[in-house]
């Protein structure tokens, strides 16, 4: 991902939490603040974007966004579970409407059993209870690289939050029923009636 795509999905990313009046807050370990800072490269950002969280130790995610000790010792540092209470700390001490949090293995060390360089678990939270977890394994494409990946999977994260629920699948439903009764009237049926009584 170059500069200039992180510049566009920030922009667009902005303009929509801007339309629909939300603000966001951002929770980051293995990025160091990369997603608040294209954010807040962008003028203007600031009736969007309240603040950003730079939790790169365990008692940073502790202190800072209330993740509990027992759920780092037992899910470990990157993981969905430490990034989703990341995201809905972030979310209760920001008082924002949207949050992302960031946490991974950029390398080049830091890999252990089952989690090599390149794994990085996402976590968005909304406040009207909406929450999407992702977990990306970009692999060992360097350290900056999986920084850069991991600032664009977050934006789109809080694209995809910041549209709103899923309002597409009302419509289908509706087609659906009006498709009902037009199969309860196709001849076939009719035809079949017909076919019934010579068989008895």
Do not use: W
Not at 9 to 35: F, N, P, Q, W, Y
Not at 66 to 86: D, H, N, P, R, Y
């Amino acid at each position: 991902m170059s500069g200039s795509d992180a510049r566009a999905l920030s922009r667009s990313l902005l303009d929509l939490c801007r339309m629909r009046k939300l603000t966001i807050a951002t929770a980051e370990s293995c990025t160091g603040g990369l997603v608040a800072g294209a954010l807040t490269d962008i003028p203007g950002s600031s009736d969007v974007i309240d603040r950003g969280f730079v939790t790169y130790s365990n008692d940073a995610k502790r202190a800072m966004l209330g993740v509990k000790a027992m759920t780092l010792a037992t899910f470990g540092a990157v993981s969905k579970e430490t990034a989703t209470a990341m995201a809905v700390g972030a979310l209760e001490k920001a008082g924002v409407d949207l949050a992302v949090a960031i946490t991974g293995i950029a390398g080049p060390g830091g890999a252990t059993p089952g989690k090599p360089v390149g794994l990085v678990h996402f976590a968005v939270a909304a406040r009207d209870g909406r929450i999407l977890h992702r977990e990306c394994r970009f692999g060992a494409i360097g350290r900056s690289t999986v920084r850069q990946r991991s600032v664009a999977e977050a934006l789109r994260m809080l694209m995809e939050l910041a549209r709103g629920p899923q309002a597409v699948t009302k419509p289908r439903r509706e087609a659906a029923s009006r498709l009902r009764p037009r199969v309860a009237r196709s001849p076939r049926r009719s035809a079949v009636k017909r076919r019934r009584p010579p068989r008895a």
